[in-house]
């Protein structure tokens, strides 16, 4: 009885570790397969992953070369060259149309600044014809001729320097307007411009003078009158002068006289805006050369240099 029991202890023992064994298996079979899976799964999104990068880099257009280039350094003694700098456009004033009211005070204005214009050139006329040029009517033909040459001369200088003076005046004038009109000023006189430069101004002024030797000179073309015999020997001697003494020359032609202040006054007249213009240049030109070597000096007086040692007298103290 006792064997047979044992028997069968032996054999339900060999039983339990057969079904352990078994389960073990199965255990490690459903962790290997697990693993697998897992495996599986991640090379699946790696490869979902490449494809979809191909893809993107496919949409995406290649870089040109230079981009994707390194920035080039420059070789050590080579200077790197500066474009120049565009040049800045000046502001251009736009073209105001006026309507007619002001269109008529401009003008009337402007008369009034050339007949201002003309005023002393006609009394310096009418100082030399009754001084110098009032000796053409001697006797004497030297001293006629000296008389005329040597008045003559003295009024060419006078119509230059008349000429260039207002030139330059009327430069400056249009200059300076500019300016406040870029700045936004409200002045009327400003907006029509009055004095200003404009290439046939000197040439009115000019004419302007000489109208009262054209209005007496018309009026002696058709008679003989005192009083106009009296103001062209003393008010106009500069142009009745060259003509009485040469002699033989009709009345009319005597009108020709007013080429030479017109063409003097008025050529020196544009001749003096574009000196003025030079010369304001040069003046900027010196003060940018000044603030320039000012600043050049500067820094050079203040270069730090590491290599130069202090005498003790400036290293106590901190001086």
Known sequence: MTSGTDDRDIEGGNAAANGDKNTGGGQARTSAEDAANALMAA????????KHGKKRRREQPEQPLKEQLPPEQPERGRAIKKQPAEKEEQPKEEKIVLPPKLMAKKVLLE????????AFPFIVMCVFSTTIILFYGFEDFAVQLIAVIFGEGLMIAAFLM???QNGAAAYRKSKLNGAKRRLGNPDKSLLLKTGEYA????????FIA???FIIFQTIKCFGDYSFVDFMMEYACGWAVAPLEVIGGIPQPYYLLMIVLPIALMGGFYIQGSHAEEKRQKNIGRAEDDMRKGKKKHYYEENTYDSGVELPEDDRKGGR
């Open 162 to 164: 008349f000429g260039r």
């Open 111 to 118: 008369l009034v600044d050339m007949l201002k214009g003309a």
């Open 43 to 50: 090379l699946s999104v790696q490869g979902q992953a490449e």
């Open 210 to 212: 000489t109208v009262p």
């Open 199 to 206: 290439p046939w101004k000197g040439f009115v002024i000019a």
